[in-house]
């Protein structure tokens, strides 16, 4: 079966308990797959066919012994930020070039345990700072729809295997909108979790209080496997929630009619763009058709998003980073006299330019005298968004807003304009600040072709209801269901 690389999660589990495929034969074809077209998308740092083959075979042979799970033998990538027990772990930076972490994360060892294929690292923005997959120290990855446009970022690797079927599903990460933008503009389904619903043990810190964990599928049902495997309690992790997660699975069939989504008027009143404006008006004709009820509603404190995103990220960030040094692991300059100067040229080597833009930022807010001038303000408005959410979750069940302002850019489009990149993220940032579930699905595409993403968010551990409210517009539209012509 040449084409299992076209199948979702949920077609090759079938596939492979009624023992009409193996896992051997599924990982053969994503690897050509991914042979054919890496050359030209770029999706990965680092591809372990060998790894890949060995995990497919003990993979069989659980099914054979009666020991498959739900996703034994599914084909995964892994965003290169997470550690991935003495392979390259290089978080899209020359700094960890060579870095080989001597454990994995939490999620990597899930994801063994679940009898998984791990094919490889997904490319993705250097250190996770990044909206277009850009800044990687390994090149850009390329969106499978458009050769000359980016993915989405940080996480535009994960989200890019996946549409083109270079990987059957893949994990990403997201501080401001890193899985939800890449899978708004490669046509996947991707969600961000609520902040603590996931372990962030071995993934490697950008912004700790807002990094959170999530997947990448071609379509809601392959999410909901991979958020009963993810969602669960870590004692490694201390931001990690106690509280036992329902069966995501159990939710693709309930239906919406009398559900309530709002719409939130600070986000429609910055759409410029027709396309996506039609889109999302297709969408909640389609919601509406199916009993869902719509609100008005205000966010007052979104309008300041941004601005206190791009001072509490870089703060955290400037701290996270500081570890980056060239004494213990990673990148050491070769030509130094002393301590100071091998500092200070390792890290001068190590970090591509948007991240010393970002730590600059950072020890610059956190310095004495400014702390409270920025820091400590970002902070309060960070819980007045927090707080307009709430109130607003007491008129409806979800959020109905866009994923971005436009499809996907060109790339070099806006790598020089520091400003334009990050309005990119205006309408992701938001839930990541208030650390609530948010999901992008298909919804659209534009004149040319590109994908337009939905964006809904939940209250905090509302992931079963972004599942119901997805399941039941992808039974309506067929968005999910094309692929690009590669």
């Not at 994960?158 to 501080?175: K, L, N, Y």
């Not at 060239?326 to 040229?345: L, S, T």
């Not at 979750?393 to 520091?418: L, N, R, T, Y």
């Not at 119901?468 to 692929?483: M, N």
Request: glycine share 8%; hydrophobic share 40%; charged share 20%.
């Amino acid at each position: 079966m040449s084409d299992l690389y076209e199948k979702t999660a949920t077609e090759l589990a079938s596939l492979l308990r009624a023992k009409k495929t193996s896992s051997v034969e599924i990982t053969e074809s994503v690897l050509s797959r991914i042979e054919a077209l890496e050359p030209k998308i770029h999706s990965y740092v680092n591809i372990y066919p060998d790894l890949a083959l060995s995990m497919a075979k003990e993979a069989d042979q659980r099914i054979l012994d009666g020991r498959a799970r739900p996703l034994t033998g599914i084909p995964i990538a892994i965003k290169d930020n997470m550690c991935l027990q003495n392979e390259k772990t290089t978080c899209g930076s020359r700094i960890l070039a060579n870095f080989r972490p001597p454990y994995d994360a939490t999620v990597v060892r899930l994801i063994r345990e679940e009898g998984m294929v791990i094919l490889g690292s997904a490319n993705m923005d250097e250190f996770a700072m990044g909206s277009s997959t850009e800044t990687s120290y390994w090149g850009p990855t390329r969106n499978p729809w458009d050769a000359e446009r980016i993915p989405g970022g940080s996480s535009g690797g994960s989200a890019a295997a996946v549409a083109c079927g270079q990987a059957t599903v893949s994990i990403g990460s997201d501080t401001g909108g890193s899985i939800r933008l890449p899978a708004s503009f490669c046509g996947v389904t991707g969600m961000k979790p609520t902040y603590g619903a996931v372990s962030r043990f071995g993934l490697v810190a950008y912004a700790s209080s807002l990094d959170q964990i999530g997947p990448f599928a071609r379509d809601i049902s392959d999410v909901s496997l991979l958020l009963n495997l993810l969602c669960r309690h870590d004692p490694l992790d201390s931001t990690s929630v106690p509280i036992e997660h329902p069966d995501f699975t159990k939710f693709l069939d309930k239906p919406v009619s009398g559900m309530t989504l709002g719409v939130p008027v600070e986000f429609f009143s910055k759409l410029e763009n027709e396309d996506v404006e039609s889109s999302l008006s297709d969408a909640r004709k389609v919601f509406e058709k199916l009993g869902v009820k719509f609100v008005e509603l205000s966010l007052p404190s979104l309008d300041y998003g941004i601005a206190a995103y791009y001072i509490i990220a870089p703060c955290e960030a400037s701290s996270n980073l500081a570890r980056y040094d060239g004494v213990k692991y990673g990148h050491r300059a070769r030509d130094f006299d002393g301590m100071i100067e091998m500092y200070c040229k390792t890290r001068a080597e190590g970090f591509g330019a948007e991240v010393k833009r970002r730590i600059m930022l950072g020890t610059y807010s956190l310095s004495s005298g400014y702390y409270d001038a920025y820091y400590l303000k970002a902070a309060k408005i960070r819980t007045l968004i927090t707080k307009d959410f709430k109130q607003s979750f007491e008129s409806c069940d979800a959020i109905f807003c866009p994923v971005a302002p436009a499809p996907a850019f060109k790339i070099g489009e806006k790598v020089d304009d520091p400003i334009q990149m990050y309005l990119t993220d205006v309408f992701t940032i938001p839930v990541n600040m208030a650390g609530l579930p948010g999901i992008s699905c298909p919804a659209g595409f534009s004149s040319d072709g590109l994908p337009i993403g939905l964006q809904l968010i939940a209250p905090h551990f509302g992931e079963s209801k972004l599942v119901q409210l997805v399941a039941a517009f992808q039974k309506e539209t067929d968005y999910h269901l094309r692929r690009p012509a590669l």
